[in-house]
């Protein structure tokens, strides 16, 4: 086994994006045991297992680019982190150690996934604005960040429930400010990778796709392991116990003294943050131990980046694309326009 499959097993989303890879044409694969039925869980984990078993994993080699773009697709929209994770939970028992094994050494030597732990094209970026929500600013960074930072504080100051089991909500990402950009690659099958791969599903079925042109010198930090993200966090905490508590308890399972990076500090030292395919699907979701506590990645995307300060300018032509979606074999992206709003 690889050292990149390894890791790809270690982590909720590559687990899910290996069962998912396998089902694209394994119609017997039952995917109801998606939906958390309690008194069906032993008999949908059977039913599983048993359909993970019977894929011959020599025809995961002959899957297209597009079959391996859609499976990683829908293990990113299967991410949540605010409520219980069932399918996760399934799939990470060890009883699915060996047949996802299987499966996955295929899909490592796909040249799909050859590129996955590439660092940031900055030649290749694309922005996207989602159809009726919020823009994100290109200026005023350092404000941003600072007033998400005094809102982390306040947040924290207001206890909520010392159950982590209590109906609490409360922010449960571990991302720079929402209102601030983030890019990602095109791709050959949507004007940006971020179309395809948000997490919880797509916010918008439009959207309006630019080209970015990125100013130099740029200080990007690149995640390519689940030891770079731990890393990011511990050399830069923010204490969120109370705040992500009941969150990140029903993503888990866990109750950690919580920590989430302290984007006040790390702006100082980089532009932006991004993570790779092959580190998104081995950290996402997962608890990372570091000094002091533990924290999880949530809200990211894979080949994504997170912009920091003022080192983009939005390009032209913009594009409109909307999407098709359906089964799982059906969500697709298409040119709708070349229009503005």
């Known amino acids: 086994m690889t050292i990149r499959l390894e890791r790809w097993l270690q982590g909720p989303r590559g687990r899910c994006f290996v069962a998912l890879a396998a089902s694209v044409r394994n119609g017997t694969i039952a995917w109801e045991y998606a939906r958390p039925m309690d008194n069906r869980r032993r008999e949908i984990q059977a039913a599983l297992l048993h359909a993970l078993e019977s894929v011959d994993p020599g025809t995961l080699l002959e899957l297209s680019d597009r079959d391996i773009a859609l499976a990683l697709s829908h293990s990113v929209q299967w991410a949540y982190y605010w409520q219980e994770p069932w399918h996760d939970r399934v799939l990470g028992r060890s009883v699915f150690d060996d047949v996802l094994a299987r499966l996955a050494a295929p899909l490592d030597a796909h040249p799909a996934t050859q590129g996955w732990s590439d660092p940031i094209d900055l030649d290749n970026q694309r922005h996207v604005e989602w159809t009726g929500l919020p823009k994100a600013a290109l ?203």
């Open 139 to 341: 200026d005023g960074f350092a404000e941003i960040i600072a007033e998400d930072h005094r809102h982390e504080i306040a947040t924290e100051r207001r206890p909520p429930p010392s159950d982590p089991r209590a109906n609490w909500s409360g922010r449960w990402t571990s991302i720079p400010p929402w209102n601030l950009p983030v890019t990602s690659s095109a791709t050959p099958f949507a004007g940006a990778r971020l179309l395809m791969v948000a997490e919880d599903g797509p916010p918008a079925a439009t959207a309006i796709v630019r080209p970015v042109t990125v100013l130099a010198p740029v200080r990007v930090l690149e995640i390519r392991t689940a030891e770079d993200f731990a890393h990011l966090v511990a050399s830069a905490p923010l204490d969120v116990p109370l705040a992500r508590r009941h969150t990140w308890y029903r993503a888990t399972g866990e109750v950690h003294h919580w920590c989430i990076p302290d984007w006040t500090r790390v702006s100082q030292h980089y532009d932006a943050i991004h993570v790779t395919i092959d580190a998104y699907l081995e950290t996402a979701g997962r608890v990372l131990p570091i000094a002091g506590g533990a924290t999880v990645m949530a809200g990211w995307e894979p080949d994504v980046t997170f912009w920091l300060s003022e080192r983009i300018t939005l390009g032209e032509p913009p594009r409109r694309w909307s999407m098709e979606s359906g089964n799982l074999e059906g969500l697709r992206w298409y040119l709708a326009d070349d229009a503005t709003r």
